[in-house]
């Protein structure tokens, strides 16, 4: 964007202008002439009269090179400085045998969890994401990163735990405050996906819950599955998959326990994928990076070129003065 820092100096080319036109009057009546007999009369005559013509719009040009010079002729370049305070989160995944259940067609409910989460992380900016692996233990299967590549890696990686002997939500849920127990980040979040009750264990969920109340950090329980008996997968010793009616219980009202000891109220329960994604969705947007634009200017200063300008016109004139002119005394 081309601009001009002190445009008010034009203004004076309006005071001048009166002054260069009286000039030009009173110099087309005004003839000078060095040497006598006609001829040199009349090559005089046309010299001069060129003359007074070309100085006249020589010093015009360098006045208006000099007010040109003196508004602040630049070129304005915008640009943001993009100040953000992410978000720490992470996810704390059941793996526990139940999740192989098929209620979340076409996926059973680790995959439909694992396709939510991932296009949750493709919606983050500046978070860093970690993950937990819980069933009847619980590990850190990635650290905090921004490196989202790797999350999703890690996430494509998960497989149902087909030897756990139950589920521990407790351990799970400390298991992801310790990760970010000692986050400086402007915002702590877990969001806890479980299909079970904590029936294994050396902590109880609402300790852990404490512990996250202490360490202000949120979680978001997520409980997956319907409600009564669910097809489940089983293969006998042949290899051959066979699909049954089995009953698995939800403790929500220990998810919502969670959720009240932390500050998001209550737990949501996710009967389907689509139902699995809307929660994730209003996660998402309670969960925002607080973004900062600052914009600021960079300028290209460009009245050097007509002050120089002005001083070539100067130059030319002098020489034109010089070589051209013939006076008369």
């Not at 005559?45 to 013509?53: E, L, N, P, S």
């Amino acid at each position: 964007m081309f601009e001009f820092a002190h445009p008010e100096w034009f203004w004076l080319l309006l005071v001048l202008l009166p002054f260069g036109l009286i000039e030009y009057l009173m110099m087309r009546k005004k003839l000078r002439i060095s040497y006598p007999g006609l001829d040199l009369l009349k090559l005089a005559a046309k010299r001069d009269t060129f003359w007074k013509y070309l100085s006249v719009i020589i010093r015009a040009l360098i006045i208006v090179m000099i007010v040109i010079a003196l508004t602040g002729p630049r070129e304005a370049f915008k640009q943001q400085d993009v100040s953000s305070k992410g978000i720490d989160i992470v996810f704390a995944l059941d793996t526990s045998g139940s999740m192989r259940a098929l209620d979340m067609k076409p996926n059973d409910r680790l995959e439909a969890a694992i396709s939510v989460a991932k296009q949750f992380v493709s919606k983050r900016n500046n978070d860093r994401i970690g993950i937990v692996e819980f069933s009847d233990n619980a590990f850190t299967r990635c650290p905090m990163t921004l490196d989202y590549n790797l999350v999703n890696q890690i996430l494509e990686s998960f497989e149902v735990d087909e030897d756990a002997g139950g589920t521990a939500i407790g351990n799970g849920l400390a298991s992801a405050v310790a990760r970010l127990k000692d986050s400086e980040a402007k915002s702590k979040v877990i969001i806890l996906i479980t299909d079970g009750a904590s029936n294994v264990g050396e902590i109880d969920p609402t300790t852990a819950a404490q512990f996250a109340k202490k360490f202000d950090i949120k979680v978001y329980p997520i409980g997956v599955g319907k409600e009564g008996p669910v097809d489940y997968p089983y293969r006998d010793r042949f290899g051959r998959t066979t699909v049954r009616k089995v009953n698995v219980e939800i403790d929500m009202q220990t998810l919502h326990k969670i959720a009240q000891v932390t500050g998001t109220k209550i737990a949501r329960r996710a009967v389907s994928k689509d139902s699995f994604q809307k929660i994730l969705d209003e996660i998402d947007a309670l969960e925002k990076t607080e973004v900062k634009l600052n914009d600021y200017y960079t300028y290209n200063e460009m009245f050097y070129i007509f002050a120089l300008a002005a001083l070539m016109l100067s130059l030319i004139l002098v020489i034109l003065r010089i070589a051209i002119v013939v006076e008369i005394p």
